[in-house]
């Protein structure tokens, strides 16, 4: 659905002046104290995806913050290198973050890893849709809609027209009454495209700012039954200012 280095070393030094009896000597130097686990700065967020088909730069949107943070969290935790992306529909969407695809045999059917992990809650914003290169979080049907803790998908998508987006708009205004589309989103659905359908079903929770084009390469890529790609797409994702 390599090897990595540390992400960054805080270190930080003290010194202390003394003053006796009006003469001033100089400050003595304290040992440097060493810094423990890395501190991840979750405002403004970026990240880079690095596949062996190019490098995409995301940026994390502040607005849905649990999944942010939990996706900063498996980052931190280099949770990402060597997995594949699994799941690949072209006009849709490329999906990757499965546990199990590490060592996974050619193929393999893929997209069940990580039900272990705590679901994270659902968080809808209006404002958040599926825009052609957005990332968002997969999920399995349970009825709250929460997240895959791991698994996630960055959108391809495809232009819509006004009719398509009135019958989506109308379903989710089954569930969320004053939910309507703003021109400036319909501008977008239809001109560089989206998946609207799952708008206020699934999670978005941030956004290619580089490197769409390598999204389109891997989308085009020969997939076998199942919609695994036939040459592996291997990620490696770390945190970048």
Same mark, same amino acid.
């Not at 272990?116 to 957005?134: C, M, Q, S, Y």
């Not at 009454?177 to 400036?184: A, D, G, H, L």
């Not at 084009?213 to 291997?234: F, M, N, Q, S, Y």
């Given at each position: 659905m390599m090897s990595v280095k540390k992400f960054f070393v805080l270190s930080l030094s003290l010194c202390l002046a003394a003053a006796?009896?009006?003469?001033?000597?100089?400050?003595?130097?304290?040992?440097?104290?060493?810094?423990?686990?890395?501190?991840v700065k979750a405002t403004g967020s970026r990240v880079k995806i690095t596949t062996n088909m190019g490098v995409v730069i995301v940026r994390l949107y502040d607005a849905t913050p649990q999944h942010r943070d939990n996706f900063?969290?498996? /980052?931190?935790?280099?949770?990402f290198d060597s997995l594949l992306f699994h799941r690949i529909i072209k006009g849709f969407m490329v999906q990757g973050g499965d546990p199990l695809s590490k060592n996974a045999e050619a193929g393999a059917q893929l997209g069940m890893g990580g039900a272990d992990l705590t679901r994270i809650p659902a968080e809808f914003n209006p404002t958040l849709i599926h825009k052609k290169g957005v990332l968002a979080a997969a999920r399995d049907g349970n009825p709250e809609k929460a997240s895959s803790a791991c698994q996630f998908y960055l959108v391809q998508g495809?232009?819509?027209?006004?009719?398509?987006?009135?019958? /989506?708009?109308?379903?989710?205004?089954? !569930?969320?009454?004053?939910? !309507?589309?703003?021109?400036?989103?319909?501008?977008?659905?239809?001109?560089?495209?989206?998946?609207?359908?799952?708008?206020?079903?699934?999670?978005?929770?941030?956004?290619?700012?580089?490197?769409?084009?390598?999204?389109?390469?891997?989308?085009?890529?020969?997939?076998?039954?199942?919609?695994r790609p036939l040459t592996d797409v291997r990620m490696k994702i770390e945190i970048i200012k």
């Amino acid at each position: 659905m390599m090897s990595v280095k540390k992400f960054f070393v805080l270190s930080l030094s003290l010194c202390l002046a003394a003053a006796v009896t009006a003469q001033v000597k100089k400050p003595a130097p304290k040992p440097v104290a060493k810094a423990g686990p890395p501190v991840v700065k979750a405002t403004g967020s970026r990240v880079k995806i690095t596949t062996n088909m190019g490098v995409v730069i995301v940026r994390l949107y502040d607005a849905t913050p649990q999944h942010r943070d939990n996706f900063l969290k498996l /980052v931190n935790q280099r949770f990402f290198d060597s997995l594949l992306f699994h799941r690949i529909i072209k006009g849709f969407m490329v999906q990757g973050g499965d546990p199990l695809s590490k060592n996974a045999e050619a193929g393999a059917q893929l997209g069940m890893g990580g039900a272990d992990l705590t679901r994270i809650p659902a968080e809808f914003n209006p404002t958040l849709i599926h825009k052609k290169g957005v990332l968002a979080a997969a999920r399995d049907g349970n009825p709250e809609k929460a997240s895959s803790a791991c698994q996630f998908y960055l959108v391809q998508g495809k232009p819509a027209t006004d009719a398509e987006l009135n019958q /989506v708009e109308c379903g989710i205004r089954g !569930s969320m009454p004053e939910f !309507s589309y703003t021109e400036e989103q319909r501008k977008i659905y239809k001109t560089i495209g989206g998946t609207p359908f799952l708008d206020m079903n699934y999670t978005v929770f941030g956004e290619i700012e580089k490197g769409m084009e390598v999204i389109d390469k891997i989308a085009a890529a020969p997939t076998a039954p199942g919609d695994r790609p036939l040459t592996d797409v291997r990620m490696k994702i770390e945190i970048i200012k």
